[in-house]
């Protein structure tokens, strides 16, 4: 079955500290996986998606698909980067769509 | 280029009314979702579209009706709503099918209450 984890509910660090959201994903093909970040009260946007190995506002995710994890790092957090990040695994279009499987979301809270 | 508009922002309601939900994109794009989003349980798919005409369940359908008679209109129906239903909804789309991993865009979201 296809699942995607998100273990931590929330995540408390202080200003400039290094940051790590856990995803670890269940899914026998090969895995397109994103991040996207839901800052208050507003829509979700993508962070980054792995395909692109881009970084996005200092964030870096890279796949182990022998752990089946994507990380989301960030080796200085700052306190803008409080929100809530999901993980997400997209399926192909002949499968529901191409929906998007998403976590249960990590909040992030960076402290000054 | 509004994007994803969704209507109404905030809803109320009592338990057995009905309701409809907008979803309205300029975007041109095929692919249009509804999601629900509880705490705890991330975004679970409702129903989807794959183009106008279409609709299809996805994972959550049970108490929800769909509508896509326009490319960009995506309605999403409530007949009897129940509290179990509280829980805020969004819609989301995605660009044609030659690239089934490009990214869903959402719209603001809709948060219903229903007492």
């Known amino acids: 079955a296809q699942r995607v984890t998100q273990p931590e509910k929330l995540l408390s660090v202080f200003k400039g500290a290094p940051v790590e959201l856990k995803c670890n994903y269940s899914?026998?093909?090969?895995?397109?996986l994103f991040w996207y970040v839901q800052y208050s009260r507003q829509r979700l946007q993508l962070l980054l998606r792995?395909?692109s190995r881009e970084s996005i506002k200092g964030f870096t995710a890279d796949l182990n698909k022998g752990e089946t994890s994507f990380h989301l790092k960030k080796p200085f957090a700052q306190e803008e980067d409080s929100a809530m990040y999901y993980c997400?695994?997209?399926?192909?279009?002949?499968?529901?769509?191409?929906?998007?499987?998403f976590g249960q979301g990590t909040e992030l809270s960076v402290k000054p | 280029n509004a994007g994803v508009t969704q209507t109404p922002k905030f809803r109320v309601l009592k338990t057995g009314q009905s309701m409809t939900l907008l979803c309205a994109q300029d975007?041109?794009?095929?692919?249009m979702y509804w999601y629900r989003q509880d705490p705890g349980m991330g975004l679970r798919l409702i129903h989807y579209?794959?183009?106008?005409?279409?609709?299809a369940k996805g994972e959550v359908p049970d108490g929800y009706n769909v509508s896509r008679l326009k490319k960009q209109n995506f309605l999403l129906g409530l007949e009897s709503a129940a509290p179990s239903q509280t829980s805020v909804y969004f819609c989301?789309?995605?660009?044609?099918?030659?690239?089934?991993?490009?990214?869903?865009?959402f719209g603001n979201g809709t948060r219903l209450t229903v007492t």
């Open positions: 997400a695994l997209c399926l192909p279009l002949y499968n529901q769509g191409g929906k998007l499987i």
């Open positions: 899914y026998s093909g090969s895995p397109e």
């Open positions: 792995h395909i």
């Open positions: 975007m041109n794009h095929e692919y």
């Open positions: 579209s794959v183009g106008e005409g279409t609709t």
């Open positions: 989301a789309t995605k660009q044609d099918s030659s690239s089934y991993n490009s990214p869903l865009h």
